[in-house]
Each structure stands twice: as C-alpha cells, then as structure tokens.
C-alpha cells in the first residue's frame, strides 16, 4: 500500500495494547477482502513530542505477541462477519416483478 493510499484510505480496526498499536487495513482482490495489518509502537522524544516507530525494543517482543493474538483474533471475526453477510445477501428472496 502505497503513502497515498494510506492517506486516502481509513484502517478497518485499530487494536492496542500498552504503546504497542495494531492498524488493521481492508483490501479487495480477485478472491474477495483480504486484510493486512502495520504494528507500531508510540514513544515520546526528549522534547516530549509524541512519535510511532515499526522498531520494537525487546522488552516489547511479548506485548506484541499478545497483541498479535488479539488481532488474528478480529480478523478472523471480521473474515466470519463478511461470509455471513455474503450469505445474507445469496439467500434474499427474489422479486418476480422485477425478473430477479
């Protein structure tokens, strides 16, 4: 995804634990919404000015596991919600005035 496309583009679900954040994007390809998702993690620098990074420091290896669950987790809801609607949508009753 290119800067611009971030942007343009609002995240689907944003997820966190501690400084750590998870952003979870929606994309669309041949086979249907696929999601990806950018950690990152908030500091302030020495003027007190606040700033995210993709470095993690070692004592964040483990926060970022469990968030990393919590995300794995949100998706899969979100994979769920998206086939249950998928299968609302198929099992509409047709209008016959309207030949569908």
Avoid: C, V
Avoid at 68 to 80: E, L, P
Wanted: glycine share 6%; proline share 5%.
């Amino acid at each position: 995804m290119s800067e611009t496309d971030k942007t343009t583009k609002t995240p689907e679900d944003t997820l966190r634990e501690g400084p750590l954040k998870s952003t979870i994007w929606r994309n669309e390809g041949r086979n249907g919404a696929y999601f990806t998702t950018q950690y990152t993690r908030a500091y302030k620098d020495q003027d007190g000015a606040w700033h995210e990074t993709t470095q993690m420091r070692e004592s964040d290896h483990l926060p970022l596991r469990h968030l990393s669950g919590k995300t794995h987790d949100r998706i899969m809801a979100m994979k769920r919600d998206e086939r249950e609607r998928r299968a609302r949508r198929e099992r509409k009753p047709r209008d016959p005035a309207r030949g569908r």
